[in-house]
């Protein structure tokens, strides 16, 4: 690891919108070659599927990119379509102004209001296992991160292209017995600085929490691996991606827990010494969804009891017959319990009927249809592909609506840009008709996966009748 004071390319603090409709115009048809200079591969044909670059399905991603917007769309996904910069921040996991930044840099435009000089802080090696520079992952001052690799003439190259991502201190980790799994190059810097046990490595996988590859598993066979998540919901689902890739590979996987209050290693570290690590990597427990036996627990560790109360058989003859037979063709196909199809399709129901109609508890207390459902069950038993397949209908009533949304914005923007130019003779006294502004589409919803405050607001607003959050 090296922390520099390199002066980098001008990002965006704050987005403006006149940033955002510059950025829009000058991706508009070029979103290819964009996403390509960012790493970013999508297939070369709008009618051609191949592998997601999100979610790294096979076959199951198609980059249509009508109207040169960079449009996209994906089965497994979620969302399943969207933009072109929708897909650069589900790829790249960052917020808007960061997507604004990468994609003017990619097209090597600079020209935006209220940029700062972005200085790097800290670049982090990523090598090949006897050490030969692949390329970097370089921390920036405000915090965002960036990869480059070597142009051969000794200078950088800002992306990844032909580049296959490896470990963190790939070579540490192949002569290691025991690794810790942590979330950044930050984290495993700083527990080398304390100094591991001998026999120990500590790593990380390049681009942060949820762009784990099961192809980085490899490098832990035979090992006793203990992974320690961020003490946050991406963190958690991020570490129990890589405690499942690990199953059958590693010889045992076991998890660390921070005290209440330390998000990440390093803040728990601020006036710790080597002592106290060796005592944390001692206390890690089984990863009980992968069951194994963690490092640091005994072979005896008694197993967790089954506490739950056996849930009664989900009442399918209450239903129309119509999704009687839906729900029980659907379980069974997969196959899965009839109750993680029905779940589901009781909370699309609800959010079909939303606030079409009320339902007054008391006289005065009256209600809409929201229901707030949860399937609870052990890993591998198919949650999400029943969830996927009962919401199927829903999302491809989205689709629907989507085509409908962007026809009708084709037809806004040409009306727009008569009614701009009608607007003009006007003004120049070359008619007397004042034209008529056309009123922007809206699309229509039916489902969503964003809940954040403000979105949902904006998309409620649009849809007063209410959607389907899927999460």
Not at 18 to 33: C, L, N, P, V
Not at 212 to 238: C, N, T
Not at 290 to 306: A, F, H, N, Q, Y
């Amino acid at each position: 690891m090296n922390a520099t004071a390199e002066p980098v390319k001008p990002s965006l603090s704050v987005v403006s919108l006149a940033d955002t409709r510059h950025m829009r115009e000058q991706a508009r048809g070029h979103w290819r070659s964009i996403l390509a200079a960012l790493n970013i591969i999508v297939p070369d044909g709008p009618m051609k599927h191949g592998p997601c670059p999100v979610c790294r399905g096979e076959d199951r991603f198609r980059f249509d990119d009508k109207d040169g917007f960079g449009t996209w769309y994906c089965n497994q996904c979620d969302p399943h379509a969207g933009d072109g910069l929708q897909l650069l921040r589900n790829v790249r996991d960052c917020d808007f102004p960061e997507a604004v930044e990468l994609v003017m840099g990619a097209l090597g435009d600079h020209s935006r209001n209220g940029h700062i000089d972005r200085r790097i802080d800290a670049t982090y090696d990523y090598t090949t296992s006897n050490g030969k520079l692949l390329f970097q992952v370089v921390r920036l001052i405000p915090k965002s991160f960036r990869q480059r690799r070597p142009d051969g003439h000794g200078g950088w190259t800002w992306n990844l292209n032909g580049i296959e991502p490896v470990l963190y201190k790939l070579p540490d980790v192949h002569r290691a017995d025991h690794v810790l799994i942590v979330e950044g190059e930050k984290d495993v810097e700083t527990a080398c600085r304390l100094s591991l046990p001998d026999g120990w490595a500590a790593t990380c996988n390049p681009m942060g929490a949820g762009k784990w590859r099961d192809s980085y598993s490899d490098a832990f066979r035979d090992k006793h691996v203990v992974i320690l998540p961020d003490a946050d919901g991406p963190g958690e689902k991020h570490a129990a991606k890589v405690a499942q890739s690990l199953q059958g590979k590693a010889a045992t996987v076991g998890r660390l827990t921070l005290p209440s209050g330390f998000k990440d290693l390093s803040l728990w570290t601020v006036d710790r010494t080597q002592a106290d690590l060796h005592v944390l990597l001692s206390q890690s427990a089984p990863w009980a969804s992968v069951g194994v036996v963690g490092v640091g627990t005994d072979d005896d560790t008694e197993e967790p009891t089954d506490c739950l109360i056996p849930a009664p058989p989900f009442p399918l003859e209450v239903l129309p017959s119509v999704l009687q037979d839906f729900i029980a063709q659907t379980a069974a196909s997969l196959p899965v319990p009839v109750d993680l199809v029905a779940a589901p399709v009781l909370a699309c129901l609800g959010a079909a009927i939303g606030a079409h109609r009320e339902i007054r508890p008391k006289a005065n207390w009256t209600a809409t249809t929201a229901l707030y459902i949860g399937c609870v069950a052990d890993p591998g038993s198919l949650k999400s592909p029943a969830l996927n397949l009962a919401a199927f209908p829903v999302r491809a009533q989205q689709q629907t609506y989507e085509q409908v949304y962007q026809e009708a914005m084709a037809r806004y923007e040409e009306s727009l840009a008569l009614y701009t130019r009608g607007l003009d003779a006007h003004r120049k006294n070359q008619t007397d008709t004042i034209p008529a502004k056309p009123m922007k589409p809206t699309l229509q919803r039916t489902w969503t996966a964003d809940v954040t405050t403000e979105r949902l607001a904006g998309i409620l607003y649009e849809n007063p009748h209410g959607i389907l959050i899927v999460r």
